[in-house]
């Protein structure tokens, strides 16, 4: 499986749309690209899921290129409670196997 | 009923002692996941299940052994640990559609048992 690169963390205010890319160049054909949403002390929820173009689902967008050696996850007007650390990872879908990238800790300020 | 439990919630033990962590969901999901969390790192795949078998062991030490009694139900046997197996251990499930890719495959996480082995 691709390996996955994101930026270590963020900062951001109540209200901005913050956007959060990951670096994925070896993807293969089979790889679907997930992102997952993690605060302390609990397991990771799923955010978003996606294999090429655009995504959006009721809290985020996910942005894909053609190429698909990168994606983009944008989070609309965010809030205190969005402060997380959020996971980019590509997963083979038929067989399971599922690596995790270093994760980007989001900080959002008042 | 979109839960994962996971049980205990913390667990500290020796190293020559044998334990359970326990793992269960009620989604008829029928692919399951136990995976290794150290503070401030990603989580770690150990292995997945399909359909009750085995079908992903990532290199993990005989030190611990999963169990898949049922399709609800995922146990990780723990023996004679090390100070380093200490860690937040979560289970997750997923609809999984085997051998089919492609599939949207979204993983529900329980809560994890941090474990301490002293």
């Known amino acids: 499986l691709a390996k996955t690169t994101q930026p270590i963390s963020m900062d951001s205010y109540e209200g901005q749309e913050v956007n959060i890319t990951c670096s994925h160049n070896n993807i293969a054909t089979n790889d679907y690209i997930t992102w997952y949403q993690q605060f302390p002390s609990q397991g990771p929820r799923f955010i978003i899921q996606g294999y090429k173009t655009k995504v959006t689902n009721e809290v985020a967008s996910l942005f894909i290129p053609a190429d698909r050696k990168s994606s983009t996850l944008s989070l609309p007007r965010v809030s205190l409670s969005d402060t997380a650390v959020y996971y980019c990872l590509v997963e083979d879908t038929g067989g399971f196997k599922t690596i995790f990238g270093a994760g980007t800790r989001l900080f959002v300020k008042a | 009923d979109t839960e994962v439990t996971q049980t205990p919630k913390h667990l500290v033990m020796g190293m020559t002692n044998k334990k359970s962590l326990k793992c269960e969901q009620h989604?008829?999901?029928?692919?399951m996941y136990w995976y290794k969390q150290k503070a401030k790192k990603p989580p770690e795949l150990m292995f997945v299940y399909s359909y009750e078998k085995l079908s992903i062991n990532e290199s993990v030490p005989s030190r611990f052994s999963p169990e898949c009694p049922n399709s609800s139900l995922l146990n990780l046997h723990l023996h004679a640990l090390q100070p380093e197996d200490s860690a937040l251990y979560l289970c997750?499930?997923?609809?999984?559609?085997?051998?089919?890719?492609?599939?949207?495959?979204?993983?529900?996480f329980g809560p994890g048992t941090r474990l301490t082995v002293l």
């Open positions: 997750a499930s997923s609809q999984g559609y085997g051998l089919v890719a492609g599939a949207h495959n979204e993983q529900f």
């Open positions: 989604m008829g999901h029928r692919a």
